[in-house]
């Protein structure tokens, strides 16, 4: 059955990406404070690689966090300027897992999916179950003659 629907297509950024880079500025921001800070300033118990540290996890995560919302902005606007357009659909109303399989391995070699169902459906069980003919080389080697011999 073929249709006719309405998609909206526009730009989306990826959230990972300016999370991301929005983590490594805030880690970057944090080594050049801690290279302009004097360690007699320090408190008692403090040093310099304690205060970096903390700086690194509050502003890696202030970082991490921006970078979301600097992604979410960019999407939101991104819905405004969305564009609607009209496409054609194919709508399958199958719910059989077996006619669906029928009809994606019909098209994969480029037949006519439907041309089957128009004959009974009953022509492709069969010759899908039928074992394929031997070129006469090994003649059913590694097949049993009859079902349930032992040779």
Do not use: C, H
Not at 92 to 106: G, L, N, Q
Not at 119 to 126: D, V, W
Not at 138 to 150: E, F, K, L, V, Y
């Amino acid at each position: 059955m073929k249709d006719q629907i309405d998609v909206s297509v526009r730009r989306s950024p990826k959230y990972s990406v300016f999370m991301g880079i929005g983590a490594v500025l805030g880690i970057v921001s944090a080594g050049i404070l801690a290279v302009f800070v004097d360690p007699a300033d320090m408190p008692m118990g403090y040093t310099v690689a304690k205060g970096l540290g903390l700086l690194l996890l509050v502003l890696g995560i202030g970082g991490l966090f921006l970078g979301g919302l600097v992604a979410l902005i960019l999407d939101w606007r991104g819905r405004k300027t969305s564009k609607e357009f009209r496409v054609d659909a194919q709508i399958d109303m199958v719910d059989d897992p077996k006619e669906i399989a029928r009809r994606r391995i019909a098209e994969a070699r480029g037949e006519d999916p439907d041309a089957d169902a128009a004959e009974g459906g009953t022509a492709s069980a069969n010759t899908d179950s039928a074992p394929a003919a031997d070129d006469g080389d090994d003649a059913g080697a590694g097949r049993d003659s009859a079902p349930g011999s032992t040779v």
